[in-house]
């Protein structure tokens, strides 16, 4: 039984937010781990009462964007911004421009976001924002004129020392530029209000790589806690945006085999393993906008549907969207597999969750396992700050030992006294103590 305070709480959000599943969900799964350590650490009702406001955004922002088309055609989207927390820093967290972009799903990542930036240690608050704007089949004036239109607002909104959005699904280094370049025409301030912006103004070295890049690196570790190496197993690799395509080049040069990547159709299959070419050509084929059965690749094959039972692996990582990995399709996996390591927000569903809970599958899921992006989003914060690019392998260097930093959280509070790590447990508590503790601090 839980602790009446905690009760409270979860009774409060749900009648308040029952129209909001995918936020609940996010917010069910962090107390289920910070609940029983709070009570274990015998918090007090301040607390409890902190965590209370922890769930609460600080700010939910809902603007119009209206945007000319082609044609000269008035168009409309809404756009957000949710800025949760700003108890370790300014908020910090991607833009997505995509149709299921709601004030539910930026909630639920805007969430996420906090825990997953307090495992970095690095100063960042958490939030998340975007549209229900769709890229796919517009032109580049039309991506143009949208992005120009939703800094028109945003800008209000935003600063180096307040909110520092990034990149998320449909906005890349081509969005960022537009949005950035709107920024310093209106403010007349060139500063890095923007992250995953082009070097030529700003931009970090291998910001693109980097949520991929971490993605692997925690495979890695989490592979080498358990006993085992990384190289030499198979993958089966969800999606083709940038996320799965860094986490697909990286296990390549890690040595280990790429069995798959998808889109929301179907997904590619290649037996001996994609190659590096390949991910060339999938890259090629979805900047084209077009779907992965337009390809032809030797050794490969498209299949409608998805991977999850179809496909047998030692590491299963899923880089699309959330809630993508369902019931049914985690008691395939683990079936057969060893690591779920995940590349997106909140893939598994929390039925899938149980399933590979009740596993000997290794899970790690998205806050720990791809926070590579954020942290190489706040190591172009310090470059901008002191005006200075850092070399690539500094870089490198420095994303790979963040990554190392949240390994070691998730272990300090997820490992039970047989030696097993509860990744989902241990990066819940690790981003939670820090959150909380700058809170108290702080007067909040």
């Not at 998320?168 to 949005?179: A, L, P, S, Y």
């Not at 989490?222 to 083709?240: C, D």
């Amino acid at each position: 039984m839980s602790h009446p305070s905690l009760q409270a709480i979860e009774a409060t959000l749900s009648a308040k937010h029952a129209h909001q599943p995918t936020f609940l969900q996010a917010v069910a799964e962090i107390l289920s781990n910070v609940g029983p350590h709070l009570e274990a650490a015998g918090a007090s009702e301040a607390d409890y009462q902190r965590l209370a406001r922890l769930v609460e955004p600080e700010r939910v922002i809902t603007f119009r964007v209206t945007w000319s088309d082609d044609a000269g055609e008035l168009r409309h989207n809404l756009g957000y911004r949710v800025q949760f927390s700003s108890a370790l820093g300014p908020y910090k967290g991607g833009l997505r421009f995509d149709p299921s972009v709601n004030e539910d799903v930026v909630k639920f990542l805007g969430f996420e976001q906090i825990f997953k930036n307090a495992l970095t240690g690095l100063p960042l608050g958490g939030a998340k924002g975007g549209s229900d704007f769709d890229p796919k089949g517009k032109s580049v004036s039309e991506v143009r004129n949208f992005c120009r239109a939703f800094m028109l607002e945003l800008h209000r909104h935003i600063g180096i020392d307040t909110d520092v959005p990034a990149g998320d699904i449909g906005v890349g280094g081509r969005e960022i530029g537009f949005m950035y370049g709107m920024y310093r025409e209106i403010t007349n301030r060139s500063e890095g209000v923007l992250t995953g912006k082009d070097e030529l103004f700003g931009g970090s070295c291998g910001r693109t790589e980097a949520t991929g890049h971490g993605v692997v690196y925690m495979a890695e570790l989490a592979a080498k806690e358990a006993g085992k190496e990384l190289r030499g197993m198979r993958a089966v690799v969800s999606g083709a945006g940038n996320v799965a395509e860094h986490t697909a080049r990286k296990l390549l040069e890690q040595g280990v085999t790429v069995l798959t990547l998808s889109d929301r159709h179907g997904y590619l299959y290649k037996e001996a393993g994609l190659t590096a070419t390949d991910i060339d050509e999938v890259k090629a084929c979805k900047d084209n906008k077009d779907t992965l059965e337009t390809l032809s690749i030797d050794g490969a094959e498209y299949r409608e549907g998805i991977p999850w039972s179809a496909v047998e692996a030692e590491v299963y990582l899923p880089c699309a969207t959330q809630n993508e990995v369902t019931r049914e399709a985690a008691e395939a996996i683990v079936k057969h597999g060893q690591f779920i390591i995940e590349g997106a927000n909140m893939p598994l569903t929390a039925e899938a969750v149980r399933v590979v809970q009740g596993s000997d599958v290794v899970y790690v899921p998205g806050k720990a396992a791809n926070a590579g992006g954020v942290a190489v989003s706040g190591l172009e914060m310090a470059q901008n700050a002191s005006h200075l690019p850092w070399e690539c392998e500094r870089v490198e260097r420095e994303l790979k030992t963040i990554m190392e930093r949240i390994h070691e959280q998730c272990v300090r509070y997820g490992k039970d006294e047989a030696g097993a790590v509860d990744y989902v447990k241990g990066a819940n508590i690790g981003g939670f103590v820090r959150v909380i503790h700058a809170m108290e601090k702080l007067g909040w």
